[in-house]
């Protein structure tokens, strides 16, 4: 069922790019499917993320809803998000390479990964398509179940669909936050400062 997008209020302090603000998170999609194509336009995207040394350390496990890929993928997140992560039209995994080709740790795979899914989630929010992060995954199950190396981690999962879900579809708890209007976040004083860091 294909249902009015929601829209949400983001109170920004200084004027930025739609493609930012008005990204949110649903957690009910709509039933349009998402192809084969469109998830190798969002990867492609990611693909030209900047990373440390140019070492690339994503990698990523997709699936499409109706394939074994999609249910192992589903198999490894937390109850909570099964909850409500079942009706999604895609899901993927995001792991890193954690060290770097001497051995060493690369302390910026994470930051990496996350360049990485910043730049999937604008071309998404470009194509009308939403995603939902979750770090509740079993970390260790999945990187068993698709064979990942010790020298991997799988960090996050992700829910992809196209934005116009049914709140009606999500358990009750959920209905609320899903309609919301207002979107949240820190005063930039909060986190940024022209000097000394301040508590
Ligand atoms: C790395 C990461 C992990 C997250 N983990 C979960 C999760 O396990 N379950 C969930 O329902 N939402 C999860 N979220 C979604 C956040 O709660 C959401 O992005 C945040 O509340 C801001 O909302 P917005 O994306 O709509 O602006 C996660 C988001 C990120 C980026």
Known sequence: MITEKIKKQTPTEYEIH???????SPRAFSSKIITDTDIHQLLEAGRWAPSSNNLQPW???????????????????????????????ALMLGAIKKDMKDGKENFHALH?????????????QS????LHQMAGIDYEKAAKEFGFPDNYHVATATAIGYYGGNPASLP??????????KRERKSQNEFAFNGNFKK
């Open 127 to 130: 194509m009308n398509i939403a």
């Open 18 to 24: 739609p493609l930012v603000k008005e990204r949110w």
């Open 172 to 181: 009750s708890d959920l209905q609320e936050q899903e309609t919301k209007e």
């Open 59 to 89: 990698r990523i496990i997709w699936g499409l809803e109706g394939t074994e890929t999609y249910n192992r993928i589903f198999d490894c997140l937390v109850e909570f998000n099964q909850g409500w992560a079942k009706g999604a039209p």
């Open 112 to 124: 990496d990964l996350g360049l990485f899914m910043g730049n999937v989630l604008t071309q998404a």
